[in-house]
């Protein structure tokens, strides 16, 4: 009972910095699930600016959103070197660190340099077809199985 209603002040006082600072699913990286329900590609800034109308970015269990995922990149950044996904076509993908953009086409997974995402100039921006649902998953892989 007491973590139902925890979550459910959570969800509703998104200005609250103990959200961000206190709950243990913001670490380095996450996994989310994107869902256009247009009929137009649109293209998504994790987390960065606000959603195209008709997309949903929530975390897999549905508990977080889109605007608490963007504030928590505000406050504790989110880091990784690896992104993946389960789209059955290749995912456009930009990622932009402070400047810095690298186009890559994600097909499953994708290993690289440092990824920084700080809600502000550090961002991946994802292309999401008409009618499309995939997730994105940001994660650190050790050096030893990159």
Do not use: W
Request: glycine residues 4%; hydrophobic residues 40%.
């Amino acid at each position: 009972m007491r973590i139902t209603l925890l979550t459910s002040i959570l969800k509703k006082d998104l200005e609250n910095d103990y959200i961000i600072k206190n709950y243990p699913m913001i670490e380095n990286g996450f996994i989310v699930n994107i869902k256009n329900n247009t009929t137009n590609i649109q293209e998504i800034k994790l987390f960065s600016e606000d959603l195209p109308e008709g997309v949903s970015v929530n975390t897999m269990d549905d508990k977080y959103h889109f605007e608490l995922l963007k504030l928590a990149a505000l406050e504790n950044l989110f880091i990784g070197n690896s992104l993946t996904t389960n789209s059955d076509e290749e995912v456009q993908i930009e990622i932009v660190n402070d400047g810095k953009v690298e186009n890559i086409l994600l097909n499953e997974r994708y290993q690289g340099p440092t990824i920084i995402i700080d809600g502000r100039t550090s961002y991946i921006k994802v292309v999401c077809p008409a009618k499309g649902e995939f997730y994105i998953r940001l994660l650190t892989l050790p050096s030893e199985m990159i």
